[in-house]
């Protein structure tokens, strides 16, 4: 039994996804202007129609709030708060064709994105123009503050 135990235990803390594997790119600051946020579709520096993970913070009432855009296989984008609705606010990597979240390690299918509830990341509507993405501030600080007040069970990571 002795001998039983640690095999059993490295093998299930082996079995989960490294944090350090997982393409978690740095926020890029953007600002709103008459209370949008415009991200373009594509610059020299990036393209959101990659299908990677890509992360935009934006300053609202003195705190960075992180918030995420990635391409679905069905080629639509979601934009959604890098926090979810149970965990604390750790935000999300990617590997593979999942968003994994980074508290709980738990993959997300990218295809599932934009569905609130569960694991997945909270939900922000935008409207994806023909050069750029325009996110209403007022929303994203909506639904930061009910993440920081508790209203979803993560809240913020003490």
């Known amino acids: 039994v002795i001998l039983f135990v640690p095999v059993i235990l490295v093998s299930w803390y082996g079995s989960g996804e490294d944090v350090s594997r997982l393409y978690n790119p ?21 393209d959101l129609l990659n299908g990677k993970l890509h992360k935009f913070s934006i300053l609202i009432e003195g705190e960075n709030v992180v918030f995420l855009i990635i391409k679905r296989p069905d ?15 750790v935000g999300y990597g990617q590997s593979g064709g999942d968003l994994v979240c980074i508290y709980c390690m738990t993959p997300i299918p990218v295809e599932t994105l934009g569905k609130p509830g569960g694991c997945n990341p909270i939900p922000l509507g ?7 993405i325009v996110i209403d501030v007022n929303e994203i600080s909506r639904k930061w503050q009910d993440v920081k007040t508790g209203k979803t069970r993560g809240g913020l990571k003490e």
């Not at 740095?26 to 949008?36: M, T």
């Not at 080629?75 to 606010?89: M, Q, Y």
């Not at 935008?126 to 750029?132: L, R, S």
């Open 26 to 46: 740095a926020p890029k600051p953007v600002v709103s202007d008459k209370c949008v946020v415009m991200v373009p579709l594509a610059d020299p520096a990036m």
């Open 75 to 89: 080629g639509k984008l979601s934009v959604c708060l890098d926090a979810c609705e149970i965990c604390p606010t």
């Open 126 to 132: 935008a409207i994806v123009a023909e050069k750029d």
